[in-house]
């Protein structure tokens, strides 16, 4: 098959929701789709908890929860879906952001009853940074939901994005008759207790026939003039809106019942882009060039203790990944043959021969690897986008023996390259803080300093409430600005300022005091350094 031909089928994307709306259970119904997976419950079992592997499974599992995260590849009606997981519960931390850098499009998850939660706005936020389209699923038709048209405002209103149902339900709860597709004009009618098995659900053709009103009986006329009323203020999919993040795709359905999702999927597949082309300190950089070229979005330490080592996840751009083929390291610029790239398909590892833009890849990697590191087949580009997003958790960290202090030391900037912490050094004195969007990304790093780097940590509370990135052309005006504000700067793991502010009136001051200095809630990765 062509290389085009391989690009245009991928649809890589991640599912954004707030815990326990429904994302794991949609998940297993599209690998079960997909026939990833033989049995549902193959993606649950992380959560619940196998026996332990490793030290590292050690933490998941007293944790109950899952540490890893993976790629999922499978095939749908013809095209080569990459699903990538984003870290959701205790395991949220910098890498579910970052994840959302490697997709090209997002399924965001609601639960019916309860709406826009935090976390999903959160995410969506994210998935602002750089206009990635949003299909949504509402999710838990089966439960007593919000009322349909209430949901829509809701999301508007909360998200400010256009909603285009596309299918509309017919009740919620114990009264859920069935969804309506809109632009099929089908009845998808719902049967209680028959999704677990099956995704067949039957369906009738036709909003005005007579089989709709048999089924729907007593509830048909209102039904009718709901639908009617939607349809008429209803706009049809804008693709170029959709395309461009402002106008969302949305579902109605039940995870757990396995009704809607087909209709969600098989939308999605025709909608969502393929690989797109991506930005580069060159350029831009189509995913249809011959060359190879990727970046790497995430690193993740002993998965599996067979394999003790580090898989640094890269998002292929363009060109083809083939194995035994050589690439080119362009940060340290040494060229490296990669014989043996793994891929996940479905929770296993796998190994790659032939990998195409918008598929993910693991490269074995044994401390060399950063990320937002870019690998070409030896063109000196970077690509941009895989930025370090303020922190939102912050704790002084320190040694438990003073004697450890060195080895604390090469730990802790041996996981902020790994992208598992990030750290500042404060200026003004010797204070190292770390920062993290999750809590458990803190335990992380005290079990990993301890096992692997034999340095045992101690952290402390610290008064800050965000990081903000600080630049200015005016090397003057970033000297007075420095000399001012010292006692709030640090540089952080790749020795860029950084000012930690106590709270947010605090940072709205100095901002206002100094209006010519830029300040930043993320930073690129691999940028060149403040001097
Ligand atoms: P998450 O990954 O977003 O955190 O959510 P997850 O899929 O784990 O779902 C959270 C809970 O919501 C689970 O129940 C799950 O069964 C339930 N759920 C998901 N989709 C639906 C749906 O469409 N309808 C209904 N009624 N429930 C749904 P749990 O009791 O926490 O877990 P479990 O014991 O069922 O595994």
Known sequence: MEATEQVDKRRTFAIISHPDAGKTTV??????????IQLAGTVKAKKSGRQAKSDWMALEQQRGISVTTSVMQFDYQGHVVNLLDTPGHEDFSEDTYRTLTAVD???????????????TRKLVEICRMRDTPIVTLVNKLDRECMDPLDMITHIEDELQVECTPISWPIGSGRSLRGIY??????????????GSTTFNYDVIQGLHSPEAKEWLGADYDDSMEMIELVKGAGHEVDQQEYLEGRQTPVFFGSALQNFGITDLMDVFVKKAPSPLERETNEGMVSPYSDSFSGFVF??????????????????????????GMKMRHVRIDRDIKIADAVTFMAGDRARVEEAYAGDIIGLHNHGTIRIGDTFTEGEKLQFKGVPNFAPELFKRVRPKNPLHAKRLQTGIKQLSEEGVTQVFSMMS???????????????????????????E???EPCNIYTV????SDDQKLMREFCARTQSQL???????????????PNLQIIEERWPDVSFSSSREHASIATP
């Open 27 to 36: 998940t297993e119904k599209l690998l079960l789709m997909g026939n990833a």
């Open 105 to 119: 499009s997002a399924v965001m998850v609601i639960d019916g009853a309860k709406g826009v939660e935090p976390r």
């Open 181 to 194: 597709r809109f632009d099929k004009d089908e009845l998808k009618l719902y049967e209680q207790g028959h």
């Open 298 to 323: 995430k690193i993740q330490a002993n998965m599996d203790p067979q394999h003790r080592d580090r898989i640094a996840f890269l998002r292929i751009c363009s060109g083809a990944y083939r194995k």
């Open 429 to 455: 004195n010797k204070d190292v803080i770390l920062g993290a969007i999750g809590q458990l990304q803190f335990d992380l790093v005290a079990f990993r300093l301890a096992n692997e780097y034999g340095a």
């Open 457 to 459: 940590c101690a952290y």
């Open 468 to 471: 903000r990135w600080v630049d």
């Open 490 to 504: 640090a540089r952080d793991g790749g020795d860029h300022l950084a000012l930690l502010a106590t709270s947010r």
